[in-house]
């Protein structure tokens, strides 16, 4: 079984439109993390949720939304979509309240390309 | 500001041969350094992982180095394999901050048979 799941896998969509990327996980963790990739693979924390709240809103643009209906889920959800936002978006977990440094485990990502 | 700057950016070696990734930090508040493997279409993967307590640590064919008062960690693949072949990430986080995890640039490694 997948243990950071994330659908769709590719996403391609005209400038403008709305669009959801969807994420589970099924490690019983309490944290977690969206990341963009850029064509440069930089990897960026996004957002950040534990335990459905948020803990982590970096520098995003508020056309991008996330939303944690429990635990397990985590959902970006984005507004007007623009050429800029063409990246890979990764999703990841981890148990914060675990032993020390309980290491991130991602999905493997969503690539979105805007038309 | 990148907070830990990755060096080199592509990496190119023989079968058998040693790669050294560099990664240097600026915030003294990290306390916990892992790195990644990335390979194409999947996601980050965690590789191997230090405290700044300790200068060395291995894992298999893997080893990481840190330099705590030079704020440097580097990552070494010994006897390297074509299947090593990858994009290569260090990271660092904080406790203070949901152990948020700010990323190198990468690097691309090739390793030829």
């Known amino acids: 079984d997948t243990a950071v799941s994330q659908t769709p896998k590719y996403l391609v969509t005209q400038m403008g439109n709305d669009k959801s990327i969807k994420c589970e996980q099924n490690?019983?963790?309490?944290?977690m993390y969206w990341y963009k990739q850029d064509s440069k693979k930089f990897l960026k924390i996004m957002f950040s949720?534990?335990?459905?709240?948020?803990?982590i809103n970096e520098t995003v643009p508020n056309r991008f939304s996330p939303k944690s209906p429990d635990k397990a889920h985590l959902n970006l959800h984005i507004n007007s979509l623009e050429l800029g936002d063409s990246a890979v978006y990764f999703c990841?977990?981890?148990?914060?309240?675990?032993?020390?440094?309980?290491?991130?485990?991602f999905g493997d990502g969503t690539r979105l390309s805007i038309l | 500001q990148q907070q830990v700057k990755q060096s080199p950016q592509s990496l190119i070696v023989q079968k058998g041969g040693i790669p050294i990734i560099n990664c240097a930090y600026e915030?003294?508040?990290?306390?916990?350094f892992p790195w990644y493997q990335q390979f194409p279409g999947k996601g980050p993967a965690l590789l191997i992982a230090?405290?700044?307590?300790?200068s060395e640590k291995k894992e298999g064919r893997f080893t990481i180095s840190f330099n705590k008062s030079a704020k440097q960690f580097s990552l070494h693949i010994m006897d390297s394999q074509p299947g090593d072949s990858a994009t290569y990430f260090c990271?660092?986080?904080?406790?203070?901050?949901?152990?948020?995890?700010?990323f190198g640039s990468g690097t691309q490694l090739t390793v030829l048979p």
């Open positions: 915030n003294t508040a990290f306390d916990y």
């Open positions: 990841a977990s981890s148990q914060l309240g675990g032993s020390y440094n309980q290491p991130q485990h």
């Open positions: 949720y534990n335990n459905k709240e948020l803990i």
């Open positions: 490690l019983g963790h309490d944290t």
């Open positions: 230090i405290r700044p307590d300790v």
């Open positions: 990271a660092a986080s904080s406790h203070g901050s949901a152990r948020q995890l700010t």
